[in-house]
């Protein structure tokens, strides 16, 4: 082997080292800005004639985009040959934030933290009910989705993470609910969280003949 070939292979060691870290970080950026745009038209005053419901819609849409975007990492690597398994810690914990901010602005600016009020919305209108029923699930799964607490949890892990399915119907349910009436976006939203969580309950037996025809052959 030449010092160049050597070279050659230490680089692509290294890229191989160094990318999915700047994939990872570039997932963060980019998947943060939608929040902090909105953000900035807000305080610019550019975001309409209730700026307020526009944050609280775009934060609320965001989360459960990621969410979405979430349960598909399994489905992805399984169909095809993409595995993007190792993003998926960025993009359920940006689900997070999003659904966080959500409540946030729901709280302080919708609500002006009167409690009472919002002690109310939470127990008398159902789809307030059930937002903070996922917010509450995807909780845990935040708090436990760091390298120690995978190693702590061991196989009971993947078991609390399964409330993310859950959380994720939740999601959907709760913007059919928040809508009012039927347009399109929620009923489109609520078809492709059905279609990811049907998949997961495919029996094996018909999970890998379905992967064998879908895969591209090599
Ligand atoms: C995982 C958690 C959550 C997700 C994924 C989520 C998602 C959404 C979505 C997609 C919308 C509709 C946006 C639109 O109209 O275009 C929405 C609206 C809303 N959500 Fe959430 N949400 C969550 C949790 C919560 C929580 C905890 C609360 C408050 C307790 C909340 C309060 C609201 C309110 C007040 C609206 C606006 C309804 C309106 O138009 O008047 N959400 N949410």
């Known amino acids: 082997m030449t010092s160049s070939d050597a070279k050659r292979g230490e680089m692509v060691g290294a890229h191989r080292v160094t990318s999915p870290r700047v994939i990872n970080w570039l997932i963060y950026v980019l998947g943060v800005m939608p929040g902090l745009w909105t953000f900035y038209l807000g305080l610019t005053d550019q975001l ?6 526009e944050l609280e819609h775009t934060l609320g849409l965001w989360a459960l985009r990621f969410l979405i975007v979430t349960l598909t990492i399994t ?5 095809t040959r993409v595995n993007w398994l190792r993003y998926r810690r960025a993009l359920g914990l940006l689900a997070f934030y999003y659904a966080a ?22 127990l008398r209108r159902p789809y307030i009910t059930i937002g903070m029923f996922a917010l509450t699930l995807l909780i845990p799964l ?13 196989r009971n892990w993947r078991k609390l993470h399964r409330l993310a399915y ?32 049907g998949y997961r309950l495919l029996p094996h037996t018909l999970r890998r003949p379905l992967v064998r025809r879908l895969r591209p052959q090599s």
């Open 142 to 154: 935040a708090l436990t989705s760091n390298n120690a607490s995978i190693r702590r949890l061991g």
């Open 166 to 197: 859950v959380a994720t119907l939740a999601g959907a349910v709760h913007f059919l609910l928040a809508v009012k009436s039927w347009p399109p976006e929620p009923l489109i939203y609520a078809a492709i969280v059905g279609l990811l969580l």
């Open 101 to 122: 901010f959500h409540f946030t602005t729901y709280l302080v600016l919708d609500q002006s933290l009167d409690l009472p009020a919002i002690g109310a919305d939470i």
């Open 48 to 53: 309409g004639a209730d700026p307020v419901k």
């Open 75 to 79: 489905p992805l690597r399984e169909l």
